[in-house]
């Protein structure tokens, strides 16, 4: 029995020793934890003291529980996808995706209409309640079954201005790309990443573990003057997936010198 001696509640101090046994290899990644009972052995405490101690470290991350399987260690191995967060051109000029030709898509895109809320209409530079063409579109990788939620927001003002975005919202992004370049516009992007606890809909959607933060990933299409023209949200597991950014270095005006 491992005698208990640290300051804290109970089943704080279990889940301290659990955690110390975890982090130094003892438990060992996607191992089975031992039973209830084990542990009230191991420890000299009651099970509600054991219950209390692994929900703790469910929280944490830690611990994921398996209905009729047990609790098992989380694993710490690395992410089962990389994402290039990239955009390329074929020599006609079209545009081409990395990693788009491996998802694959299980349901049939939703089209509907919806509105700018705070955030959304400050990244388009637009006032709430703004009216959109939403599109959204669940994702799915064959080889490691990583899922991710797509999103894609085209304000009406643009729908307008390039209609075949209005008929056809939920066309893929390198297409809309292509239809904006068609209608004029010169592109650029930029992209935001974040990291944050999903929502009820989105830990059943993705099929996350408890206690599993997710990556959301806002990218962002511009016209001239660098005006916001429609907005792509992705949303995906961060235990599940990795980012790779390909950088190049902007260049610099050139200074004129005074004669």
């Known amino acids: 029995m491992t005698e208990i001696q640290r300051p804290g ?6 889940a301290a020793a659990i955690r110390e046994a975890i982090l130094t290899g003892e438990f060992a990644p996607d191992s089975l934890l031992p039973s209830e009972a084990q542990l009230m052995a191991r420890y000299g405490v009651s099970r509600p003291t054991v219950r209390n101690a692994i929900a703790a470290l469910r929280a944490e991350g830690l611990i994921d529980v398996r209905h009729g399987k047990g609790s098992f260690v989380r694993s710490d191995g690395q992410p089962a996808l990389t994402l290039e967060r990239r955009i390329g051109r074929t020599t006609e000029g079209k545009f081409v ?6 998802w694959q898509e299980p349901e049939e895109p939703s089209t509907y209409r919806t509105h700018t809320t705070k955030d959304i209409g400050r990244l388009l530079q637009l006032g709430e ?14 080889g490691t079954g990583t899922r991710a939620m797509h999103r894609t927001l085209i304000p009406f003002e643009i729908a307008e201005a390039v209609p075949l975005l209005g008929k056809e919202p939920c066309k893929p992004p390198a297409a809309i790309y292509w239809v904006l370049t068609q209608a004029g516009h010169k592109l650029s992007w930029t992209e935001t990443v974040r990291a944050r606890m999903p929502l009820p809909d989105e830990r059943a959607t993705l099929q996350l573990p408890d206690a599993t933060p997710i990556l959301h990933l806002a990218r962002l299409t511009h016209g001239a003057d660098d005006r916001p023209l429609i907005l792509e ?13 390909r950088i190049i270095a902007d260049k610099q005006p050139r200074r004129r010198t005074g004669i």
Not at 9 to 14: D, E, R
Not at 97 to 102: E, L, Q, S
Not at 129 to 142: Q, S, V, Y
Request: proline fraction near 5%; include cysteine; aromatic fraction near 8%.
């Open 129 to 142: 309640e703004e009216a959109l063409f939403g599109c959204d579109r669940l994702l799915t990788d064959p």
């Open 9 to 14: 509640a109970l089943y704080q101090q279990v």
């Open 97 to 102: 995706m990395p990693n788009g030709d491996a």
């Open 233 to 245: 949200e992705l949303r995906v597991g961060a235990d599940r997936t990795e980012l790779a950014f």
